[in-house]
């Protein structure tokens, strides 16, 4: 990968994470452009350094994510921490199964039934309200939402919600970034909540 290519790759995934959902989505393709004269140029030391470093173009892109996800809002390019944010988020998916198997545990003893997860009607969810306490984090919100879809049901009952906006917002950037067993992870889910009826 050139630097070229790099800075392309970089754009995108700044474009994906720092704009608003409705206009930019890297699952649609979009390429930024070449960059102009004098931009690459300031970028071209630093995204060197990271290209070489995170020689494969997923590590590449995963450096981005996890800083990004971090909230950072450059995506750890000048950030002196961002190989360890990298570091620690790279452990996170190494051992997301057991990771997702204690959360989901844990967000059941508090809602036996997981469809009030995502109920409303007393306020903001049981499921936002786990993930900004931090007994779940956000890749067990992503994992349940492809399992189970709930994050459109919310946009529509909690629209003038900005804490939900930011949570909502943040589970469709990261989907595309995290891959995981629908299989494995809905059979887990169906033991930990089964277990209990």
């Given amino acids: 990968m050139n630097v070229s290519t ?3 790759v970089y754009t995108a995934l700044r474009l994906h994470f720092t704009t608003d959902s409705s206009n930019f989505d890297i699952r649609k393709g979009i390429i930024p452009k070449e960059p102009k004269n004098g931009i690459q140029e300031k970028f071209q030391k630093r995204l060197g ?5 995170y020689y494969s173009k997923e590590n590449f892109v995963n450096y981005f994510v996890s800083n990004f996800l971090n909230g950072d809002p450059w995506g750890g390019l000048f950030n ?3 190989d360890q944010i ?3 988020w790279r452990k996170k998916q190494e051992s997301l199964t ?3 198997t204690q959360e989901v545990e844990l967000l059941q003893r508090h809602v036996p039934n997981i469809e009030e997860l995502w109920d409303c009607s007393n306020g903001h969810p049981p499921i936002l309200r786990a993930y900004c306490g931090k007994i779940c984090s956000v890749e067990t919100l992503v994992i349940l939402n492809k399992l189970y879809k709930f994050r459109k049901k919310l946009d529509n009952e909690l629209a003038l919600d900005p804490v939900w906006k930011t949570v909502s917002i943040l589970i469709q950037k990261y989907s595309p970034f995290l891959n995981v067993d629908r299989e494995k992870f809905l059979m887990i889910t169906n033991r930990i909540y089964n277990e209990q009826l």
Avoid: H, N, Q, V
Avoid at 49 to 53: A, E, N, Y
């Fill in 49 to 53: 350094t990271l290209k070489d470093r």
């Fill in 98 to 100: 057991y990771s997702f």
């Fill in 86 to 88: 990298y570091s620690s």
């Fill in 80 to 82: 002196e921490d961002g």
């Fill in 6 to 8: 790099a800075y392309k």
